[in-house]
């Protein structure tokens, strides 16, 4: 196995270039490839789709100055790791207070601020100070999110914000974000919402697709080769390498980094000890669809995020109006919004043509704008995505795989091992970053792992501590 040495004054070269293989070219598969290409390592980035981003891509008309991301994208003023990367990589971002809002018994109200809520006319005002204490409580006095994932995020809060608070702000936040399984999903998760969010909402010009064009050129300029519409089949270990098979033949490697859902981990990589795999296809998710719908003028009053809740009775869970946030001069004068939903990728609209799916929804929106005609859509585009949000239940830190797997030299990182965060580009980053830094340690130290070994000293999930 090749690797790096250090030399006598401690500064590492490379004696002959360690070949890593990165499955996936998204914001984590693509910033590891970034690192390690910066590191000096021989970098080959296999990535199945057409175009590199994966959930944080964007798609364009052709009239349009910006892409769109697929799925709404922002980032938070917390969201250091990512907005640092964007600052590194020349991609300027930029920081708005949208209106989010809820819609509570057939109106929206916007949701977004202590005074808002204070305005809120279905509660009293002894259930607001209830409920924005036990906010405060969890942002402000405990970060004991370890004490927190024992706890069911849906009995928690109903038992200590009351039962009317819970049901007309929160179930439907939790509901609008693991649809059927949202009364298995943990305190920890809830409270890491409430503790990372700003009101303030981030966007990078040129959307999340320029940032991820930076970071592939980026990784590109240092010597890393990006194969796309090139989907790993299988990997395997062979003579202290690892072999992977794609359509295009078969490779191979010092090490892998794999970055894909974990079932297809599962799939990919049959050599796997069985406890490992078992692990990985123990791990919950949920699929995202989201519909964007081009208008050729407003649809509601200046409004950028609605949650719906499900007893609203509409066929989607979130209603965002992109160009309330970022102005539809970018998209050719075009008001584009999102119809969004997560489901079981096995529900019905996974399956239905964007028609279908169309003559379903858009009926929806004359609630939001009574005016409202089939004749205003311009344009309509539908993304799905299987693997898309984790559902993390009780105890769930004790259900992560660790990111080196117990084959030597194979690495996973994915959205399911950044807990107690909620996934996000932000965390994608800190995830290729840490899953780079790692890779390198164990290739420079010519460290070769064992199960053994691994299972003496398993390594913590990365991002675990505030
Ligand atoms: C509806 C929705 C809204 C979101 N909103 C936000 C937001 O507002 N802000 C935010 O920061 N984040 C948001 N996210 C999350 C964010 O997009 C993800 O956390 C992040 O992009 C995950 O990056 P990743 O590289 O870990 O995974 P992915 O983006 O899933 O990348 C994995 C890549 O692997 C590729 N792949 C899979 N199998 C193979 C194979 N066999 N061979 C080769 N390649 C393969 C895939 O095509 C994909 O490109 C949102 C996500 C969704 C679905």
Redesign the pocket.
């Known amino acids: 196995m090749s690797m790096r040495q250090g030399t006598a004054d401690g500064m590492k070269t490379t004696v002959e270039r360690a070949r890593i293989a990165v ?8 910033t590891a490839a970034y690192e390690l290409a910066s590191r000096g390592y021989a970098v080959a980035v ?4 057409g175009i ?6 964007g798609f364009r008309a052709d009239n349009w100055e910006w892409p769109l ?1 697929c ?5 938070f003023q917390s ?1 250091r790791d ?1 907005i640092d990367l964007a600052r590194e990589l020349g991609v300027p971002v930029f920081f708005r207070r949208p209106i989010t809002a809820i819609y509570h018994q057939g109106k929206p109200y916007p949701f977004d601020s202590p005074l808002r809520l204070l305005l809120f006319p279905h509660l009293s005002l002894l259930e607001k100070l209830r409920m924005g204490l036990v906010i405060a409580y969890l942002r402000w006095v405990s970060r004991d999110w370890r004490r927190f994932e024992r706890h069911v995020a849906h009995e928690w809060l109903r038992r200590w914000m009351g039962e009317r608070a819970y049901q007309a702000l929160w179930e439907p936040l939790l509901a609008g974000k693991f649809g059927n399984d949202y009364q298995t999903v943990n305190l920890a998760w809830f409270w890491a919402r409430i503790y990372k969010r700003s009101p303030a909402l981030g966007y990078f010009e040129g959307g ?1 697709q320029a940032l991820v064009d930076r970071l592939a050129e980026a990784a590109q300029r240092r010597g890393a080769h990006i194969w796309t519409s ?4 299988q990997i395997q270990p062979q003579d202290h390498q690892l072999t992977v098979t ?1 359509n295009r033949g078969e490779e191979s490697f010092d090490a892998v980094i794999s ?3 974990p079932q ?1 981990m599962a799939r ?1 990589a049959p050599a796997l000890p069985e406890a490992y795999r078992s692990k990985l296809l123990g791990l919950r998710s949920i699929g ?1 669809l ?1 519909m964007t719908v081009a208008l050729d003028r407003p649809l509601t009053d200046g409004l950028y995020w609605v949650n719906l809740p499900k007893k609203e009775g509409f066929p989607f869970l979130a209603l965002v109006e992109h160009t309330n946030y970022i102005e539809a001069e970018r998209y050719g004068g075009q008001h584009l919004v999102y119809l ?1 939903d ?1 489901l079981a990728p096995t529900h019905p609209h996974f399956q239905m043509s964007s028609e279908e799916l169309a003559d379903r929804f858009l009926p929806a929106l004359a609630r939001f704008n009574p005016d409202f005609q089939r004749s205003w859509v311009q344009g309509i585009w539908l993304h799905r ?1 299987a ?3 984790p559902v993390v239940s009780v105890d769930y830190s004790q259900q992560i795989p660790s990111l080196a797997t117990p084959l030597p030299g194979l690495y996973f ?3 399911s091992q ?1 807990y107690p965060w909620d ?6 980053v800190r ?2 970053r840490t899953i780079a830094r790692m890779t390198d340690e164990d290739l420079s130290a010519g460290r070769v792992q064992s199960e053994a070994a691994w299972r003496a000293a398993p390594r913590p999930p990365v991002g675990m501590e505030p």
């Open positions: 499955i996936g070219g998204g914001v984590a598969g693509l296999y990535e199945g789709d590199l981003g994966g959930l944080a891509a991301d799925f709404y994208h922002h980032v969201d990512v999340f090139t989907r790993v089949e794609t970055t894909v859902a297809t990919i995202a989201a969004g997560y995505a693997y898309a949000q990182a994915s959205m950044v996934r996000g580009t932000n965390y994608a995830l290729g």
